[in-house]
Nanobody, 120 residues
Framework: QVQVMESGGGLVQAGGSLRLSCASSGNRNAYYSTGWYRQAPGKQRELVASITRTYSADYKDSVKGRFTISRDNDANTVYLQMDDLQPEDTAVYYC??????????????WGQGTQVTVSS
C-alpha cells in the first residue's frame, strides 16, 4: 500500500506564494507519475500540474508561468511551488501518485488533501 501525504497549504494574500509537498512511500521502480489536483467548493476536481518519472511536467493553462512542479527522487517527494496566487486558486489541493502494477496497469493513490486559501 502506498501512503501519500500532502503538506504546505495555508492562507495567503493575493500575489503571495506557497509551496506544497507530496511525500509518498512505495516501490520506486513502480513509480509512474505524480499529479496535483484541486477542488473548489461546488466544482469538479481538476488537474493542475503533473510530473512523470522522466521528469516531464505539464500544467493547466491557468497556472502556467505561476506554478512549478518538481520532484526529488531521493526523498520520494514532489513539490508544487505556487507563486502569484489569486483568489481563484482557492481550493483543497490533492496529490495523486500513480504506480505501475505487475500487470502493467496504473493504480492511483490519493492524499487527504491540503487547503489553500487566497484572500483578495
Amino acid at each position: 500500500q502506498v501512503q501519500v501525504m500532502e503538506s504546505g497549504g495555508g492562507l495567503v494574500q493575493a500575489g503571495g506564494s506557497l509551496r506544497l509537498s507530496c511525500a509518498s512511500s512505495g516501490n520506486r521502480n513502480a513509480y509512474y507519475s505524480t499529479g496535483w489536483y484541486r477542488q473548489a467548493p461546488g466544482k469538479q476536481r481538476e488537474l493542475v500540474a503533473s510530473i512523470t518519472r522522466t521528469y516531464s511536467a505539464d500544467y493547466k493553462d491557468s497556472v502556467k508561468g505561476r506554478f512549478t512542479i518538481s520532484r526529488d527522487n531521493d526523498a520520494n517527494t514532489v513539490y508544487l511551488q505556487m507563486d502569484d496566487l489569486q483568489p481563484e486558486d482557492t481550493a483543497v489541493y490533492y496529490c495523486n501518485v500513480k504506480q505501475v502494477t505487475w500487470g502493467g496497469d496504473l493504480t492511483d493513490y490519493w492524499g487527504q488533501g491540503t487547503q489553500v486559501t487566497v484572500s483578495s
